[in-house]
């Protein structure tokens, strides 16, 4: 298995721009979660996923923020518009019917 | 909510020593913990677990000891190597699909 698809793995942008941060989970979990790690913050969850219904999106910073998972393949993070603030390694982890939720790479933002 | 505390964010420690990182957690609910080690670039990855109805539970170089008492887990890095320096997490979860929490790590500094 591939692990968790994450893309892009850097993304430089300016402020103001429509980011869009993609994921594929491990195929056959059912439990997609978006994370974001900043040094200050350290790993925060941003939203998580159940059978492809959003359950708790309360660790979105702002409407700027939104999240879809159209099928149990495929979540995108959508951040529009950019701010400088939103720099941070956003991560994407699945879990199937055991506990340990599997990380994928990360993708690295930058926003100027 | 959930609270993850760590009593120390960094540790240096020379090569072939034992390391030991330590987790407080607040939630007597959570019924099992699972320890990451997260190297510079990538995600977070399982290094072992433990149910809330264990007192210690070994894996290869490692051991978790978990104390419900005191709210309180260790891991154990016997004969700490270089491959070994990263950042670790501690992430308390309750069974039922809930996301896992993490604090912000300690990071682990192997001195050859």
């Known amino acids: 298995d591939a692990g968790v698809i994450q893309s892009p793995r850097h993304e430089v942008t300016e402020m103001g721009q429509e980011v869009t941060l993609r994921c594929k989970p491990i195929?056959?979990?059912?439990?997609l979660f978006w994370y974001r790690q900043t040094m200050m913050r350290g790993l925060e969850l941003l939203i998580y996923?159940?059978?492809?219904?959003?359950?708790?999106d309360s660790g979105m910073p702002e409407d700027r923020f939104s999240a879809k998972m159209p099928n149990a393949s495929f979540s995108t993070l959508k951040i529009q518009p950019s701010e400088p603030r939103d720099s941070a390694v956003y991560f994407c982890?699945?879990?199937?019917?055991?506990?340990?939720?599997?990380f994928g790479p990360g993708t690295r933002l930058t926003v100027l | 909510g959930e609270s993850v505390g760590l009593h120390l964010p960094t540790l240096s420690v020379q090569e072939g020593d034992n390391s030991i990182i330590n987790c407080a957690y607040s939630?007597?609910?959570?019924?099992?913990f699972i320890w990451y080690k997260q190297e510079s670039g990538k995600g977070p990855q399982f290094i072992i677990d433990?149910?809330?109805?264990?007192d210690k539970r070994q894996g290869q170089r490692v051991t978790v000891l978990l104390n419900k008492t005191v709210k309180h887990l260790s891991l154990q890095i016997a004969a700490t190597q270089p491959g070994d320096s990263a950042v670790y997490f501690c992430?308390?979860?309750?069974?039922?699909?809930?996301?896992?929490?993490f604090g912000k790590g300690t990071r682990l500094s192997v001195i050859a």
């Open positions: 982890a699945s879990r199937g019917t055991y506990n340990e939720q599997f």
């Open positions: 992430a308390p979860g309750n069974s039922g699909n809930t996301p896992l929490v």
């Open positions: 996923f159940n059978n492809n219904v959003p359950i708790d």
């Open positions: 195929s056959g979990h059912n439990s």
């Open positions: 433990i149910r809330s109805n264990m």
């Open positions: 939630n007597s609910a959570s019924d099992y």
